[in-house]
């Protein structure tokens, strides 16, 4: 009879073992399914973001320096264009992005708009330098980088993480 509950609790023990580590196993490929879903969502929204910038930034700079008004216009009006998307992209910045990366982004934006003011108003005294937009998106980079988990040589050649 102790034999019997002997081979009986040591079935009851393997079944708990199995069932348990089952359970662990499955909850960790869960989480690891969920935090690949969303790096590849922030990994599209950094991408679009930055994408758009660059957009918004071009037709800045291009409706700044049109002498002809239909050109110029043009540009204007796709500069209004990318500035509206780069609008609604930075709210899924503001829902996915790290805090960081996040920050990086409102500096863009401010870059951003002051290259947007003066393509507006060409009489506008405050002209932004040329290098301070890139430098801002290569900040987000980085960091977007950094919130990514993205190890190894950065592209300008250091090494990062």
């Known amino acids: 009879m ?5 081979t009986l609790l040591g079935v009851l023990v393997g079944a708990l073992t199995s069932y348990l580590s089952t359970t ?6 869960h989480r690891r399914m969920l935090e690949t ?6 990994l599209n929204v950094y991408v679009e973001y930055a994408a758009v910038v660059k957009e918004a930034g071009r037709a800045a700079g291009r409706a700044r320096k049109e002498q002809d008004q239909e ?3 043009q540009a204007l009006a796709e500069m209004e264009d990318a500035e509206k998307r780069r609008s609604l992209v930075f709210e899924s910045m503001a829902l996915l992005a790290d805090p960081s990366a996040f920050a990086a ?28 937009l890139i430098e801002a998106l290569n900040t987000l980079h980085e960091r977007a980088r950094r919130d990514l988990g993205v190890t190894g040589a950065h592209p300008d050649g250091a090494e990062r993480l």
Do not use: F, M, Y
């Open 37 to 42: 879903r969303w790096d590849e969502r922030k």
């Open 71 to 73: 050109l110029r216009q």
């Open 105 to 132: 982004a409102h500096e863009v934006n401010r870059v951003l708009w002051q290259w947007l003011r003066v393509a507006r108003d060409p009489d506008c005294a405050t002209v932004p330098t040329g290098t301070a």
């Open 24 to 29: 662990v196993a499955e909850r960790a490929r």
């Open 2 to 6: 102790i034999s019997q509950l002997v």
